[in-house]
């Protein structure tokens, strides 16, 4: 508004409330508000900027032109106190309705998880091993023939390999064996050595009690003056711990190419005591894995002085342990995913 002489007969109430009112409706929220409010109320607003004027009038004219502009001023804070209270009044409700909560509704129930018996089963043998000194080391699932065969004195014309067979892709072959593990590790650490390698391996395998994905447990020591004896001793720990205080190992007489002499492990029934029951299939005793000392091309071919050092390494399936320790006799219930099944290892 400018300030002329005769601002006095011409101070256009109607006009600067109308236009207040516009300016305010274009306002989104109380905040917006407040702003055209200032425009009009505020410190360099148009009603203060009339007020000031007042000073250079006439005095006579002075007390009706103040009494003008106080009543426009009251007319103008009245409206947007009005304005203000509304706009507020609205964003309370829409914050309430955004938060509302309907209190007779019924709960969600949130039914509680379980681990699978396989990771279960995985879970306590790096506990176990790893009360021993073990550390784990996961190797890929995507291996080549070299690791999971070769290094492991495994050549190609290997009559074992027959028994191994697996999904082949390019530029490998899904592993057979975490026994892969042995020969990354060693390439990478010098002994000694205490190593423990959970994983999935693939084979060309399907019946009750195998399957062509299942997962294995693979340890490995390699240190001087490490024998046979040593891998008896901790393996008669391991099956206290996983099965019960009075289990007892033995050892047979088996093949392996990475292992010289090579072990297939039993463990006494659990269920009988071995006197012998369904699940030892009356023998008194259970197969739980394969072992032995390292052989000494294994060392060498990973740059490991086998006159130096020497090892000893095993091999478990820990869905066979899991089936033997639960009692489950069908591999294939550890796949299907049936919560009836699964819903039994909750604690
Ligand atoms: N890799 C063997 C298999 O899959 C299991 C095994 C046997 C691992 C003897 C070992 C071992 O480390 O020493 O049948």
């Known amino acids: 508004m400018d300030l002329e002489e005769n601002l006095e007969e011409n101070i256009e109430e109607e006009k600067i409330v109308a236009e207040a009112a516009r300016a305010a409706e274009t306002a989104e929220?109380?905040?917006?508000?407040?702003?055209?409010?200032?425009?009009?109320?505020?410190?360099?607003?148009?009603?203060?900027?009339?007020?000031?004027h007042m000073k250079k009038l006439a005095q006579e004219l002075r007390p009706?032109?103040?009494?003008?502009?106080?009543?426009?001023?009251?007319?103008?804070?009245?409206?947007?106190?009005?304005?203000?209270?509304?706009?507020?009044?609205?964003e309370m409700a829409k914050k309430l309705a955004a938060e509302s909560v309907d209190v007779t509704m019924?709960?969600?129930?949130?039914?509680?998880?379980?681990?699978?018996?396989?990771?279960?089963?995985?879970?306590?043998?790096?506990?176990?091993?790893?009360?021993?000194?073990?550390?784990?080391?996961?190797?890929?699932?995507?291996e080549n023939d070299y690791y999971n065969f070769t290094a492991l004195n495994t050549p190609a014309d290997h009559p074992a390999r027959d028994m191994q067979d697996t999904f082949y892709v390019q530029g490998g072959l899904l592993r057979t064996q975490t026994s892969a593990g042995q020969i990354r590790l060693m390439e990478k650490k010098k002994p000694p050595i205490k190593m423990l390698s959970p994983g999935r391996v693939f084979r060309s395998d399907d019946d009750a009690t195998h399957s062509p994905m299942f997962h294995q447990m693979e340890g490995l020591v390699v240190d001087r003056g490490i024998t046979?004896?040593?891998?008896?001793?901790?393996?008669?720990?391991?099956?206290?711990?996983?099965?019960?205080?009075?289990?007892?190992?033995?050892?047979?007489?088996?093949?392996?190419?990475?292992t010289e002499p090579s072990v297939e492990v039993d463990v006494s029934c659990?269920?009988?005591?071995?006197?012998?029951?369904?699940?030892?299939?009356?023998?008194?005793?259970?197969?739980?894995?394969?072992?032995?000392?390292?052989?000494?091309?294994?060392?060498?071919?990973c740059g490991v002085d086998p006159d130096e050092y020497s090892g000893f390494a095993f091999g478990m399936g820990i869905e066979r342990i899991a089936m033997l320790k639960y009692g489950i006799n069908n591999i294939k219930l550890l796949t299907e995913n049936d919560v009836r099944f699964l819903e039994q290892f909750k604690d």
Not at 106 to 133: E, Q, W
Not at 276 to 299: D, F, M, P, Q, S
Request: aromatic share 8%; net charge positive.
């Open 106 to 142: 019924p709960g969600r129930k949130l039914s509680h998880g379980a681990l699978h018996p396989v990771t279960i089963v995985k879970n306590r043998l790096i506990d176990i091993f790893a009360g021993m000194g073990f550390e784990v080391f996961e190797g890929p699932e995507i």
């Open 64 to 90: 009706t032109f103040g009494k003008r502009v106080n009543d426009l001023r009251a007319r103008l804070e009245a409206m947007f106190a009005e304005l203000d209270a509304r706009a507020k009044e609205r």
């Open 270 to 301: 659990h269920a009988c005591g071995g006197k012998g029951c369904a699940l030892c299939k009356g023998t008194g005793w259970i197969e739980v894995l394969g072992a032995g000392v390292v052989n000494r091309r294994v060392l060498e071919n």
């Open 29 to 52: 929220d109380s905040r917006a508000l407040y702003e055209v409010k200032m425009q009009y109320l505020g410190r360099s607003g148009k009603v203060t900027s009339l007020m000031q």
């Open 228 to 258: 046979l004896c040593d891998l008896q001793g901790m393996l008669d720990e391991f099956v206290k711990a996983m099965f019960s205080e009075t289990s007892k190992t033995r050892l047979r007489p088996s093949y392996f190419p990475f």
